[in-house]
């Protein structure tokens, strides 16, 4: 049975909240969410979120809950790209052991993709699908690099074009794409475990506020009674949050920053 049983709500989800889900940007990978799926975790964020703005007497934070669908669709679109990631070096490496034995592209791509249930198959067989429908390979292929923002899939992709258009070794190429995707996964490797003292430093530093806020707010409530009930204490706290998410923006920025450079 659907977590929403009222009709009117359900409707108003299904209209509003889901249509906002299924978007994507910049014909980013498309993340297919269940019905089922998406009231269930939007019911229990929304009860989190309701119980917390009541204990804390935030209830603004209400108002958060209408930024759901476009964080959750976010985190689905963030982990099947990442998905997407972990496993194109193994279907890359399965292209060049086809193409070594004298098969086609195409037959290189549709044995690497068959049975193969991951994001990279998923879209290989997308690949294959539009393929068959009278679109050329390269296209479909370019396509696959706009749907997927990751810069080995560009080079990858565009590698596997530029081979066709050409009649180059592809086999050869695919090779030295899969080395330089190597060299920069251990670059990656690197940057995380030399900024990931730092980014812990930066998240316990951020979150003790907001623990003892918590803390005292649930044992003595006359103690922070003034931030919530007073237009000075108001101030102090939208102070302490604005300056917060600045101290997490600049840590995601400086973090994210690296790993552009790499």
Do not use: C, H
Not at 26 to 42: D, G, L, M
Not at 121 to 138: D, F, P, S, T, Y
Request: glycine letters at 8%.
């Amino acid at each position: 049975s659907a977590v929403v049983s009222f009709p009117a709500v359900k409707r108003f989800l299904s209209g509003f909240f889901l249509k906002t889900v299924s978007m994507s940007k910049n014909r980013r990978a498309i993340v297919r969410i269940p019905e089922k799926e998406f009231y269930t975790v939007f019911s229990a964020a929304s009860a989190v979120i309701i119980i917390v703005s009541v204990l804390l007497s935030f209830y603004w934070l209400v108002l958060s809950v209408f930024f759901f669908p476009a964080l959750y669709r976010d985190y689905k679109v963030g982990k099947y790209i990442r998905q997407y990631q972990e496993g194109l070096p193994g279907f890359i490496e399965s292209m060049i052991s086809g193409l070594k034995a004298g098969t086609s592209v195409i037959r290189a791509i549709e044995a690497a993709a068959a049975g193969n249930n991951t994001a990279v198959g998923m879209e290989m067989q997308l690949v294959l699908e539009k393929n068959r429908l009278g679109m050329e390979l390269a296209a479909a292929l370019m396509e696959t690099a706009e749907r997927i923002p990751l810069k080995e899939n560009k080079i990858v992709m565009s590698a596997i074009t530029a081979s066709l258009e050409t009649g180059g070794n592809i086999s050869r190429v695919l090779e030295t794409a899969l080395s330089v995707m190597r060299g920069r996964d251990e670059m990656k490797r690197e940057m995380r475990s030399m900024t990931s003292q730092g980014v812990m430093s930066g998240v316990i530093i951020g979150a003790l506020p907001i623990i003892l806020l918590v803390i005292i707010t649930l044992f003595d409530p006359e103690f922070t009674a003034p931030l919530f009930n007073t237009s000075a204490g108001n101030m102090m706290l939208a102070a302490a949050v604005f300056m917060e998410a600045a101290g997490a923006f600049f840590i995601i920025k400086i973090v994210s920053g690296g790993k552009e450079t790499n």
